[in-house]
């Protein structure tokens, strides 16, 4: 979805693509400093010659089977051990098992939050720290799972302003897709992803969502919801994609521009409605 951003100061008369958050076998930036590592050069590899005959979609079947893994051991909250991975996951991938380990790593820091930190190096054990900050302290939001929940939510709201403020269902759940998540199917963490998404953050007032008119199929569009512009920013979803990436919010000129004239608003009403001092 999101390609390279643009270098800096590159005049732009349109939106900036859309957020490319990591699916395998697309090179991007990675935000990973635990055992994520760099997402460019495990790409690059998974990509290489030496995978034989495995497809590229094979490859991202695995780093998402290896997610869901890790995902399941940390309920435990006891040290993931390498030669479990090794055992009950990557099986005859071992060749490649480094840059799976990456790939997961950096999926689990983004989508849910979560940094992969190798707890013994000894034994090569690992175990999952939350680092994602919520968007908001409401408890109804953030329930039992807290940050991951936050984390999808932030994702789908970068998602929405990188493509312009308006996104459709359909592009969503191709993005979100490749990050194991499907509409269809029930996830670990969030349970009934369609229902989170189209209903339970609409009816918190994170997102809108309507029937696009004449479409066949039909398709539903997403913009920001009323709560989401009081309790966040453009510039702090902004801010939000580029630490995903390891960029500078200036390299999206054109987000940058609107999240700036989106701060200047909000900053106008409060010094407009501020008391006067008696001389």
């Known amino acids: 979805m999101l390609q390279k951003p643009r270098g800096r100061g590159r005049p732009s008369t349109q939106a900036d693509p859309e957020p490319d958050w990591g699916g395998a076998g697309e090179e991007g930036p990675s935000t990973s400093r635990g055992a994520g590592g760099s997402s ?12 034989g005959p495995r497809t ?16 399941i051991k940390d309920q ?70 807290g940050t991951p929940i936050s ?15 308006t996104i459709t269902e359909t592009e969503v759940w191709d993005f979100l897709r490749r990050l194991g998540v499907y509409p269809t199917k029930k996830h670990l963490i969030f349970g009934d992803p369609k229902k989170l998404i189209t209903e339970d953050f609409v009816r918190q007032r994170y997102l809108e969502y309507r029937r696009i008119p004449h479409t066949d199929p039909v398709d539903y569009e997403l913009q920001w919801g009323p709560r989401t512009n009081l309790e966040t ?42 008391p006067a001092t008696s001389s």
């Open 40 to 51: 460019q050069g495990s790409r690059a590899s998974l990509s290489a010659p030496t995978v």
């Open 151 to 165: 984390g999808l939510l932030m994702i789908v709201l970068g998602l929405i302003f990188m493509k312009g403020n």
């Open 233 to 274: 920013s453009k510039m702090k979803v902004l801010k939000f994609v580029a630490k995903v990436h390891n960029q500078d919010p200036k390299d999206w000129p054109t987000q940058y521009c609107e999240a700036l004239a989106d701060e200047e608003s909000r900053a106008r009403p409060a010094t407009a409605s501020a």
């Open 76 to 145: 435990k909250k006891i040290p993931i051990k390498r030669t479990d991975i090794l055992k009950h996951v990557v099986g005859d991938y071992r060749d490649v098992y480094p840059n799976l380990l990456k790939l997961a790593a950096e999926r689990l820091q983004y989508v849910f939050g979560y940094k992969l930190v190798e707890l013994e190096p000894k034994s090569h054990s690992y175990i999952l720290i939350n680092m994602l900050e919520p968007v908001e302290a409401d408890a109804e939001m953030r329930g039992d799972q």
């Open 56 to 71: 590229q979609k094979q490859l991202e079947l695995k780093v998402a089977e290896l997610v869901q893994f890790l995902l």
